[in-house]
């Protein structure tokens, strides 16, 4: 079969449109129930509990055709649905991460100065400064206090909620600004949010920020130094929008990566009987290094494995490490469309398009492919049989032109165990922007790839 290069609005068929925008529906749902990875985390085990799936800690023993879920510290979620093979011949493998780049909060937030409350932040992953002030913002996290409790947060979301920002110099004044570099132009110091002007009566000093934490106290029951034992994240508030007037885009918040998360989350859903053993892994901290206990340098995933396996009734040492050297993986992140206000930054011939389907890359990496994956050619090969057979279309490409810059994924670490992982994903334009844009027909045919993966991955 000839590989299809037409556009995918131009394919399918009435059934085909209508389950599109059923699914892309669901997937804007997704955006905005899960804007932090803890939010995602807890959307996901809904979803998967309401699908049948069981919580693997909770579980003595298990068998083929049982499904369970694994999540750590809230962050991070591995879902396997046991097939009828042995686990040693290995799984299929789903994997993406549920953190984004936005604004945290410092341990030591709140502060006041010439009347205005500010809480102080730090941003998280590779953010163009520039982009995050003027917008209207929201909060989200959780607040622990001493005794263990947690207090949740999100303000900003509802219609009626308060929303926040980072304010920018006016245009007026901006002579020596706007002569600065762009990296520079909004220092990443003063990317604080202002949350407050108003006094509390009868307070003498720094009567704004009192008055602050008189309504986190009053709503919240949290005190000033529980915020040092915080995790508040400031993120763009609002929902995820149809994008174009023919409806054909979606503009939202952490589309990198959660376009890859729910597309593999849908596919684990709905392939239900599988051979292979599939498995879904939703990780946090991609986009600092996949560093921490939460992130894929983590041996969170491999002790879920062995924990699977031990309740299988198999586990040993040697066997674990068959599994996961046997297993097959797509490991999906976004990759950069082909934007034509920017053409200098892509070679063409080999830059993912809106409209044909999700991307697979060999390579990621940068200078000369460093920090690199490397899928073999045996398993590409594989894996456009499996696409080909399940009519879904699929492009090559790398991201950007060599040397315009580059970057990496969790491919490498999966890597490590010797299983063959190739880099996929969903092609965005503005990635790591307050708001990213996708083609809603891309993020149909991921799902419909993932399906054909999990399926027919032998
Ligand atoms: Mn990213
Ligand atoms: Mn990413």
Redesign the pocket.
């Known amino acids: 079969m000839e590989k299809i290069e037409k556009n995918l609005w131009e394919i399918y068929n009435d059934t085909q449109l209508k389950e599109l925008e059923i699914f892309n529906e669901k997937y804007k749902a997704f955006l905005d129930a899960g804007k932090t990875e803890r939010e995602c985390v807890t959307e996901i085990i809904r979803q998967v509990e309401e699908a049948g799936y069981q919580n693997l800690y909770s579980m003595d023993s298990l068998k083929a055709g049982d499904k369970v879920y694994a999540a750590w510290m809230e962050k991070s979620i591995a879902l396997f649905n046991v097939g009828n093979e042995p686990l040693e011949k290995g799984m299929n493998i789903l994997g993406a991460?549920i953190d984004s780049p936005r604004l945290d909060l410092k341990q030591n937030p709140l502060y006041e100065e010439s009347g205005f409350a500010y809480f102080d932040t730090h941003y998280y992953g590779g953010i163009k400064k520039y982009q995050w002030v003027t917008i209207p913002l929201s909060i989200h996290g959780v607040v622990v206090r001493k005794d263990g409790t947690k207090e949740v947060i999100s303000i900003g979301e509802q219609e009626n909620d308060p929303i926040f920002a980072v304010t920018d110099l006016l245009i007026h004044l901006s002579s020596k600004q706007l002569e600065k570099n762009a990296a520079t132009v909004i220092e990443g110091e003063n990317l604080d949010i202002l949350i407050g002007s108003r006094p509390l009566q009868g307070e003498e000093k720094e009567a704004v920020a009192a008055k602050i934490l008189k309504l986190l106290e009053d709503t919240y029951h949290i005190e000033k130094d529980d915020l040092m034992s915080a995790e508040l994240e400031v993120v763009p508030a609002g929902k995820a929008r149809d994008c174009g007037l023919d409806r054909s885009m979606v503009m939202a918040y952490g589309q990198?990566?959660r376009i890859c998360a729910y597309t593999s989350l849908a596919a684990m859903l709905d392939v239900e009987r599988v051979e292979r053993t599939s498995c879904c892994i939703l990780v946090d901290k991609?986009?600092i290094g996949s560093v921490g206990a939460t992130g894929m340098n983590s041996k969170f995933f491999e002790n879920a494995v062995a924990d699977l396996y031990e309740k299988l009734g198999g586990f040993s040492e040697l066997k674990l490490r068959k599994v996961l050297a046997h297993s097959t993986m797509i490991s999906s992140?976004?990759s950069a469309a082909y934007d034509p206000m920017y053409t200098e930054v892509y070679d063409k011939k080999s830059t993912s398009f809106f409209g044909k389907g999700p991307v697979f890359c060999k390579h990621t990496g940068s200078r000369g492919k460093s920090g690199s994956n490397d899928a073999n050619a045996e398993y590409i090969a594989k894996l456009r049989k499996v696409f080909d057979e399940n009519t879904v279309s699929f492009q090559m490409a790398e991201l950007g032109k060599v040397d315009a810059g580059g970057g990496g994924?969790i491919a490498y670490i999966l890597a490590q165990y010797g299983m063959e992982v190739i880099d996929g994903g969903v092609a965005v334009l503005c990635m790591h922007a307050p708001w990213e844009i996708s083609s809603k027909a891309d993020v149909y045919e991921a799902y419909r790839g993932y399906c054909a993966f999990l399926r027919d991955m032998k």
Request: charged content about 60%; overall charge negative; aromatic content about 0%.
């Open positions: 991460h990198d990566d991609e986009e992140d976004v994924t």
